[in-house]
T-cell receptor, first 112, second 114 residues
């Protein structure tokens, strides 16, 4: 079946540090890949996505590149801010199926 | 658009009582999802509907849980009878093919069963 494996958290970084959250996947077909973010007390919201190999999704300074050869979609940001503190979820969907398969989430805390 | 609307935002009830959670998806979206989130189990998909028809209910934990979608603008998730282990945050999300399967989440209902 389809699955997503995320880097275990929690992750704590100082402001302006470089961030990487690893995500790898297995899929029965050709997936679309997503990163969702959940701020405290809120629902998840889409951060970025990529629908085919070598595509780069980007938003709010975050980036992730769809790597088919390594089945990965790692999230990166060059300089994190306190406001980036949240839980980050990697997810995939296959074909025309609107169902998303989520990873377990990675809690990120940025300290000033 | 108002986004996905869920009610109530908070619910505290006693074990054995019936609980009904409500969701209004974004207008024009044809898929609706119910999730449960706990610290122990993370985010779990309970059930999803496409064009008001249940497609996959394999995540519904047991017969105490039921979900309906009588029309395109309303869905309910019912727990009867409720148990303390049902305490969680329940999210509703909606999506459409035209939005390339991006799911839009509601703010959630925090359920506490005493």
């Amino acid at each position: 079946g389809d699955s997503v494996t995320q880097m275990e958290g929690p992750v704590t970084l100082s402001e302006e540090a470089f961030l990487t959250i690893n995500c790898t996947y297995t899929a029965t077909g050709y997936p679309s890949l997503f990163w969702y973010v959940q701020y405290p007390g809120e629902g998840l919201q889409l951060l970025l996505k990529a629908t085919k190999a070598d595509d780069k999704g980007s938003n709010k300074g975050f980036e992730a590149t769809y790597r088919k050869e390594t089945t990965s979609f790692h999230l990166e940001k060059g300089s994190v801010q306190v406001s980036d503190s949240a839980v980050y979820f990697c997810a995939l969907s296959v074909g025309g199926n609107e169902k998303l398969t989520f990873g377990t989430g990675t809690r990120l805390t940025i300290i000033p | 658009d108002a986004g996905v609307i869920q009610s109530p935002r908070h619910e505290v009830t006693e074990m054995g009582q019936e609980v009904t959670l409500r969701c209004k998806p974004i207008s024009g979206h044809n898929s609706l999802f119910w999730y449960r989130q706990t610290m122990m189990r993370g985010l779990e998909l309970l059930i999803y509907f496409n064009n008001n028809v249940p497609i996959d209910d394999s995540g519904m934990p047991e017969d105490r849980f039921s979900a309906k979608m009588p029309n395109a603008s309303f869905s309910t998730l019912k727990i009867q009878p409720s148990e303390p282990r049902d305490s969680a945050v329940y999210f509703c999300a909606s999506s459409s093919r035209s939005a390339l399967n991006e799911q839009f989440f509601g703010p959630g209902t925090r359920l506490t069963v005493l």
